[in-house]
Structures are given as structure tokens and as C-alpha cells.
């Protein structure tokens, strides 16, 4: 027939993403994504979250800093160039804010930061920032800790299978499901938005991405409204949900 139909696990892992297997599509590598097409007729566009872990950090925590950055365009780019002195270095900001954010140890994200070019005094400085953020999760810990649980926004329990202190990977793993498992409920409830759309067919959900097709060539900006509006109203306007049209072939690959 041409055509594949993976089996779909709505509640693939622990932070209940969307998973594909039989075949893996969401992992294929981006150089051999080509081998997906529009049906006839028709076109594929890929709409992704813009920043879509800080929105969300952000929100939830209520860190100021942290919403600044998230509203002002691309947070890592700013970052980079404004906090840690890696200007033109995304990649270098984004690795080192998540590690951050998700509980790499102090020591360890300075050395790290220093690694990659940046100034220790400057690093020291730049993770600083984020006094809020930082009481937000030391009480998911504490809720861990105590309750024995963790919930996302919406539900979407973990529960622990040991008692006393939380190990380090204990705390990385509780902010991780608020996170992850609040932007995967997220996910899906923008996928329940874009599924009544005229013109718009669901291809492959790509974990917070979604490759879609259409014909109509405002189609587009239609999907992006409903990604952004649905994450706005789950975060309770706490941050305005960004989301964009972006490539999901590499120019080269299509080349």
C-alpha cells in the first residue's frame, strides 16, 4: 500500500507522551524524515512549541525572571547572549538551563558552563537568577518527599517506591514528571484542538510537535492558534502559549 500504520501507546512512558512504534517514527533521524510524504493533493507542515519546558517552568513556578525571558522572544538565544556571555551559542544555553532547571547539582552546572566558554563569575551570576524558581522546586521535593507522590497539573500521579530523604535522582525525577508529564497532557489536549479542524489531517505526533497535512495554505496559522490558545488556557494565562511552523525535513535531507 505504501503507507505505514505504527501503533499508537497514548500512554507510551511515564510522563504519558504519545509513543509510536512498530515502527519508532517519532525517532527516526531527521535524514531519512523525506521518506514521509503528503498524501495527493496535499502538503505537510510541522507546527512545534517554541520554548514549550520554560513556558511551562515559568508558569508553574511563577518565576519572573523566568516569564521575561520566556515572553521576550527566544529565551535560550537570550540567555546565551545576555547572562552567560555565549552569544550566538543556543545549544550551549539551552543544555546547560535544563540541566539547571531539572537539579544538576551547583558545582557541577558551574564547571559545565566553564566548559563551554563561559566566565565562572558569570555563571555563578546567571543561575542566580532564578530565586523563585528555586523555591518552587525545592517544594516539589518536599511534596515528594512527604507525600510519597508527585502530580502534574492535571493529575497524572507517580508515586515513589521507597520512604526518607529523596535521592539526587529522585528530585530530578519529580520535577521532571510535573514538567513533562503537565507538557504532555498538554500535548494531547492540543491534538484533541487541531483533530476538528477543516483541512487539517494528523500525521505523526512528535512528542510536543506535530507533522500535519493540509491544502489550504492558511491552514497553517490555523493549527499554530489552536497550539498556542490551548496552552495558555491549561496554564491559566500564567504565560502566553508560543508555538510556530518550523522544518521538519532538513534542507539538506530534502535536497
Given amino acids: 500500500t505504501n503507507r505505514t500504520r505504527p501503533i499508537v501507546d497514548v500512554?507510551?512512558?511515564?510522563?504519558?507522551?504519545?509513543?509510536?512504534?512498530?515502527?519508532?517514527?517519532?525517532?527516526?533521524?531527521?535524514?531519512?524524515?523525506?521518506?514521509?510524504?503528503?498524501?495527493?493533493?496535499?502538503?505537510?507542515?510541522?507546527?512545534?512549541?517554541?520554548?514549550?519546558?520554560?513556558?511551562?517552568?515559568?508558569?508553574?513556578?511563577?518565576?519572573?525572571e523566568l516569564k521575561k525571558l520566556f515572553a521576550a522572544g527566544d529565551m535560550y538565544e537570550l540567555f546565551a547572549s545576555t547572562n552567560l556571555g555565549l552569544a550566538g551559542n543556543r545549544k550551549a544555553a539551552k543544555q546547560l538551563f535544563l540541566s539547571y532547571a531539572y537539579g544538576m547539582s551547583r558545582k557541577a552546572l558551574i564547571d559545565a558552563a566553564v566548559s563551554l566558554g563561559a566566565k565562572r563569575s558569570r555563571a555563578k551570576e546567571a543561575f542566580r537568577l532564578f530565586s523563585r524558581y528555586e523555591e518552587w522546586k525545592r517544594s516539589v521535593w518536599a511534596e515528594f518527599?512527604?507525600?510519597?507522590q508527585i502530580r502534574t497539573l492535571m493529575g497524572n500521579h507517580f508515586k515513589r517506591s521507597r520512604s526518607g530523604p529523596l535521592t539526587g535522582k529522585?528530585?530530578?525525577?519529580?520535577?521532571?514528571?510535573?514538567?513533562?508529564?503537565?507538557?504532555?497532557?498538554i500535548f494531547k489536549k492540543a491534538l484533541l484542538a487541531v483533530d476538528p479542524l477543516n483541512d487539517v489531517k494528523i500525521v505523526l505526533p512528535m512528542h510536543d510537535a506535530l507533522l500535519f497535512g493540509h491544502e489550504k495554505a492558511d491552514t497553517p496559522e490555523k493549527v499554530v492558534e489552536a497550539f498556542e490558545t490551548v496552552m495558555t488556557d491549561v496554564l491559566e494565562n500564567r504565560v502566553k502559549g508560543k508555538a510556530s511552523i518550523s522544518e521538519f525535513v532538513p534542507a539538506a535531507a530534502s535536497a
Fill in 170 to 185: 529522585e528530585q530530578r525525577s519529580a520535577v521532571s514528571q510535573v514538567v513533562q508529564g503537565t507538557a504532555s497532557l
Fill in 145 to 148: 518527599e512527604n507525600e510519597g
Fill in 11 to 64: 500512554f507510551g512512558s511515564r510522563t504519558s507522551r504519545v509513543h509510536l512504534r512498530s515502527p519508532s517514527l517519532q525517532n527516526i533521524s531527521k535524514k531519512y524524515r523525506s521518506i514521509i510524504a503528503a498524501s495527493e493533493g496535499a502538503k505537510l507542515s510541522y507546527v512545534d512549541y517554541d520554548q514549550y519546558e520554560v513556558g511551562i517552568m515559568a508558569a508553574l513556578s511563577g518565576d519572573l
